[in-house]
């Protein structure tokens, strides 16, 4: 089954609001989870990652929240722009040291303006 | 800035045929990763491995085999290619587990079967 999900395949966000992003875990051993970027035609590329030793990150207008008893994290962006356009990516992994990075089927979010 | 180089960027293969997916990085890390990238489906883990020497199943890894003959090359190949494979493959470096967390990922093959 899939590991790591993200149920909502697209979102429109209108300019200035806020994109909120979900994703979804199956295995309690992960203790990494991070966000990735992905332009058309580009390789995915880091916005935010965590350990789970926090329930909170933020960084600029992004914010990553993680809810462990709920196998649950989210990202979240404020004041989205026309730029945000793109699909995020979703990964989990580093059970116990391990390399593996699992990631989710990827949210198109469009910001429109 | 961490570099990951993939080659060829395009690649038309028939049914049957040997294909071979190289990647190349400078970054040093020790952890390499092949995914690919399929609509619906987003990234999904073929072959990692830890380094030199060392290769590992992912989570789809059936009609595929890696090889990591050096810290900074790992190949991806296709024995008898078929036309399910037919996607954009996507190497990546980093040290998930470790201290840098990050995965650097190259620009991608984009591989059709005929």
């Known amino acids: 089954g899939q590991q790591v999900k993200q149920s909502s395949p697209s979102l429109t966000v209108q300019e200035g609001g806020i994109s909120i992003l979900n994703c979804d875990y199956e295995n309690d051993m992960f203790d990494y989870f991070a966000w990735y970027k992905k332009y058309p035609d580009n390789s995915p590329t880091l916005l935010i990652s965590v350990r789970s030793n926090v329930d909170k990150r933020e960084d600029g207008r992004l914010t990553v929240f993680l809810n462990k008893s709920g196998k649950h994290f989210s990202l979240h962006i404020t004041a989205s722009q026309p730029e945000d356009t793109a699909v995020y990516l979703c990964a989990a992994g580093g059970q116990g040291g391990s390399a593996k990075l699992i990631f989710g089927e990827g949210t198109k979010l469009t910001v429109s303006s | 800035e961490a570099a990951v180089t993939q080659s060829p960027r395009n690649k038309v293969a028939v049914t049957g045929g040997k294909v071979t997916l190289s990647c190349n990085q400078t970054n040093n890390h020790n952890n390499m990763y092949w995914y690919r990238q399929d609509t619906g489906h987003g990234l999904r883990l073929i072959h990692y491995s830890y380094g030199a020497g060392s290769t590992e199943k992912g989570d789809i890894p059936d009609g595929y085999k890696a090889s990591r003959p050096s810290q900074e090359n790992f190949s991806l190949i296709l024995e008898l290619a078929t036309p399910s494979q037919t996607s954009v493959y996507f190497c990546?470096?980093?040290?998930?587990?470790?201290?840098?967390?990050?995965?650097?990922f190259g620009s991608g093959t984009r591989l059709t079967v005929l």
């Open positions: 990546a470096s980093g040290d998930v587990g470790g201290d840098a967390e990050t995965l650097y």
